[in-house]
T-cell receptor
Framework: DTAVSQTPKYLVTQMGNDKSIKCEQN?????MYWYKQDSKKFLKIMFS???????INETVPNRFSPKSPDKAHLNLHINSLELGDSAVYFC????????????FGSGTQLSVL | GNSVTQMEGPVTLSEEAFLTINCTYT??????LFWYVQYPGEGLQLLLK?????DKGSNKGFEATYRKETTSFHLEKGSVQVSDSAVYFCALDNQAGTALIFGKGTTLSVSS
């Protein structure tokens, strides 16, 4: 009954490969996010979708492409992986209303070799 | 733009010590403020929040007061436990209310 679930939990791959991370929430939330956490624990917003519409697209290389097939899913596809992409990626969701808390997935540890 | 500044860690305390983690923010308007906690290998969980000036958020013995005059939201706990060891993040809603902006996180380590 996990509220926000991400797969895979660990992803080890070679430079230059293309990979995807999937995220699903069963909370009925309208808004979903991808955050990147670096080795120093700094969390940076990457993308946000509201009802399948992109509303935040921070300065992220265009090798990163989010896709939201429906409002319960937000997947992250990464092309031509680079060493600097190694990080923990967190999916999160919340109702559209502001002031509401974010519900986070447990993270995907991406290691690019 | 909106931003959050937290004290640098790590913070190392003995069990039952008093904890303060400082957080200040820069924002236009009146953002909502949050503290999140991240235990090892897990995602972030909401610890407490405050939505307007002078509000006090509290949970599990932690508390923080929204101080508009000093633009601060410091986290405090009177007596920490080993189980409180984690990374703590201060955050605010951005101006459009579309995302949370996080501070850099403060690692707390409590020893028995």
């Amino acid at each position: 009954d996990t509220a926000v679930s991400q797969t895979p939990k660990y992803l080890v791959t070679q430079m230059g490969n293309d990979k995807s991370i999937k995220c699903e929430q069963n909370l009925g939330h309208d808004t979903m996010y991808w955050y990147k956490q670096d080795s120093k624990k700094f969390l940076k917003i990457m993308f946000s979708y509201n009802n399948k519409e992109l509303i935040i697209n921070e300065t992220v290389p265009n090798r990163f492409s989010p896709k939201s097939p429906d409002k319960a899913h937000l997947n992250l596809h990464i092309n031509s992986l680079e060493l600097g992409d190694s990080a923990v990626y967190f999916c999160a969701s919340r109702p559209t209303r502001t002031n509401e808390k974010l519900f986070f997935g447990s993270g995907t540890q991406l290691s690019v070799l | 733009g909106n931003s959050v500044t937290q004290m640098e860690g790590p913070v190392t305390l003995s069990e039952e010590a008093f904890l303060t983690i400082n957080c200040t923010y820069t924002a236009t308007g009146y953002p909502s403020l949050f503290w999140y906690v991240q235990y090892p290998g897990e995602g972030l969980q909401l610890l407490l929040k405050a939505t307007k000036a002078d509000d006090k958020g509290s949970n599990k013995g932690f508390e923080a007061t929204y101080r508009k005059e000093t633009t601060s939201f410091h986290l405090e706990k009177g007596s920490v436990q080993v189980s409180d060891s984690a990374v703590y993040f201060c955050a605010l809603d951005n101006q459009a209310g579309t995302a949370l902006i996080f501070g850099k996180g403060t690692t707390l380590s409590v020893s028995s």
